[in-house]
């Protein structure tokens, strides 16, 4: 049984069907991500999931109980935490007090009063406050615990914002846009801050995302959304190996991350190849940075057309993509291909324009 199960969830708004049929299973563990381009519906999905609001039909089944329609505590009490695109912190509260916060599902009133009561982890206030330090510690905020949360650096508040949520003590942790403006290296830090959580704590984590560089970084599985539905779902190398969807493939083309590595044809080798086959080849981790394209133009003595060429770092492991034109009269392109799948390389014809 998987954790999270979502099946046929849908609301409508004015008439307007924001989500519509939308399933989704994620397995314990895991580090997924639901990714699509602005107004696919992927923060109208996290407001389903975290009760802000109430599907119009489907179910939400945390470990096999369904909870579509409770509320935002009931939620946050059955095993999700939340992190938002735009942080949610209580600035006028220390450091400390935000992540005491968590301890109470995010009431702000239960710190300011003294605590009206206790959690029922603890038996004492002494007791909390420790449990929070521990937190902090992990978050690297231990130093910052009597600071006022909104004189903190945007980036240490998105980690303030996160170990809050962890205060709770999740199952899941949906984080909505958790990189959204941050710096490289910022943005870095919180990638590298969710997969230790994932490991150290085995929380499952959500990462919401139109960032398609953020999901091959550090997910494992993802589901691709367009229009308030998914059109794809599969593990990230697979996505990126063999994308189904024009919007997967929109999205792969558009991933511009600082580890990737383009080429484009020469204006000369243009003027030499019109109209010839385009081939798509997918490059695997034992040959992506080999020179099979090299070898196989000083083997055959032919030129080809390349298109358009990406070479990315996808959870550690190289992985790429190539679109090759051979020469229209070209009397080799079968040998030729032939070649490169002796080299251990997947192709696949293409029949589309290519930008």
Same mark, same amino acid.
């Given at each position: 049984m998987a954790m999270l199960e979502v099946n046929n969830l849908s609301i409508s708004f004015g008439g307007l069907h924001a989500v519509d049929n939308f399933h989704l299973k994620i397995e314990e563990g895991e580090l997924y991500g639901l990714i699509g381009p602005n107004g696919a519906g992927k923060t109208t999905v996290f407001n389903l999931l975290t009760g802000v609001y109430k599907p119009d039909e489907g179910h939400i089944l945390l470990d096999g109980k369904n909870i579509a329609g409770k509320s935002t505590i009931e939620i946050n009490r059955s095993g999700i935490a939340r992190t938002f695109q735009n942080i949610r912190l209580f600035k006028e509260l220390t450091v400390l007090d935000n992540v005491k916060a968590g301890f109470h599902n995010g009431h702000k009133y239960s710190v300011l009063t003294g605590i009206?009561? /206790?959690? %029922?982890?603890?038996?004492?206030?002494?007791e909390m406050d420790e449990k929070a330090m521990e937190i902090l510690k992990v978050f690297d905020l231990d130093k910052e615990a009597g600071c006022l949360a909104g004189n903190l650096p945007y980036g240490k508040q998105r980690k303030l914002e996160i170990a809050r949520a962890l205060a709770t003590s999740p199952k899941i942790l949906l984080c909505d846009e958790a990189t959204s403006a941050l710096d490289p290296q910022t943005t870095a830090s919180i990638l590298e801050l969710l997969q230790e959580i994932n490991r150290k704590f085995n929380i499952t984590i959500v990462i919401i995302t139109h960032q398609m560089s953020v999901v091959r970084k550090i997910c494992s599985h993802v589901a691709i959304m367009k229009s308030g539905e998914i059109v794809e779902t599969g593990s990230v190398s697979e996505i990126f190996s063999h994308p189904k969807s024009d919007v997967a493939r929109e /999205?792969? %083309?558009?991933?511009?991350?600082?580890?990737?590595?383009?080429?484009?044809?020469?204006?000369?080798?243009?003027?030499?190849?019109?109209?010839?086959?385009?081939?798509?080849?997918v490059f695997s981790e034992n040959s992506a940075f080999q020179p099979v394209i090299a070898n196989m133009i000083l083997k055959f003595r032919e030129p080809v057309n390349i298109l358009r060429a990406d070479t990315r770092n996808i959870g550690g492991v190289a992985k790429g993509e190539m679109i090759l034109e051979f020469a229209g009269d070209s009397r080799q392109a079968e040998e030729m291909q032939n070649y490169l799948k002796t080299c251990g390389i997947e192709l696949e014809e293409v029949t589309d324009d290519v930008e």
């Open positions: 009206l009561r /206790l959690p %029922r982890y603890y038996k004492t206030e002494k /999205l792969i %083309r558009k991933d511009e991350g600082d580890d990737i590595s383009r080429a484009e044809s020469s204006g000369n080798t243009k003027d030499l190849i019109q109209s010839g086959r385009k081939v798509r080849i």
